[in-house]
């Protein structure tokens, strides 16, 4: 499968593309592994419509074919009351998350090019982050520290340019 001259980001993940400022953004591949669409509680849509499904375990590109792969997977592994969650942002499977997100890693780091730049997110409600960073055998630059005390943004910029360059 090729890749638009014109899409050097992939988000392998992006359910409803919720934290992106523009969800149409031309320089972004939009993936997830499934494709739906359903009603919320309150009469509006909810739409997972990635550009192509994907499954982040085995990506469908040759190596190095990306210059940035922003990462967001499911972070739940006990749905139970949070079933609703699970829908909007899916869930991880209880019995083999941890190799899930071991293959995650490595494939997003494979369909980078070198010096490419990966942006993590994780949410530790259910399990902490230095355990998702020893499932990655890359070493991570820098991050919130202080993700519960600081009213703290990080924001991410992409120079404009040509993919030859
Ligand atoms: C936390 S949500 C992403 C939210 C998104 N960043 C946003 O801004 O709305 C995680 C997504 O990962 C997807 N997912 C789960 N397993 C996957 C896999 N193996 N490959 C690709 N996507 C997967 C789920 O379907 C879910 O839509």
């Avoid at 309150?42 to 940035?68: A, Q, S, W």
């Avoid at 519960?148 to 993919?163: L, N, S, Y």
Wanted: glycine share 6%.
């Amino acid at each position: 499968m090729s890749v638009n001259a014109y899409q050097p980001v992939l988000d392998p993940a992006s359910s409803g593309r919720m934290f992106w400022f523009d969800k149409h953004d031309t320089r972004v591949l939009f993936g997830d592994i499934r494709d739906e669409s359903w009603e919320l509680c309150d009469g509006r849509r909810f739409d997972v419509k990635p550009d192509m499904e994907m499954d982040y375990r085995d990506l469908p590109f040759p190596d190095g074919t990306f210059r940035m792969v922003v990462l967001d997977p499911p972070h739940l592994r006990h749905v139970g009351e949070n079933a609703y969650m699970a829908k909007k942002y899916g869930a991880l499977d209880p019995e083999t998350w941890q190799e899930d997100l071991r293959l995650m890693f490595r494939e997003c780091f494979r369909v980078l090019k070198p010096y490419g730049v990966l942006i993590f997110k994780w949410n530790e409600v259910q399990i902490p982050l230095s355990k998702i960073l020893k499932l990655c055998e890359e070493k991570p630059l820098f991050g919130n520290k202080q993700p519960k005390q600081t009213g703290t943004h990080w924001i991410v910029f992409m120079k404009a340019g040509t993919e030859e360059q």
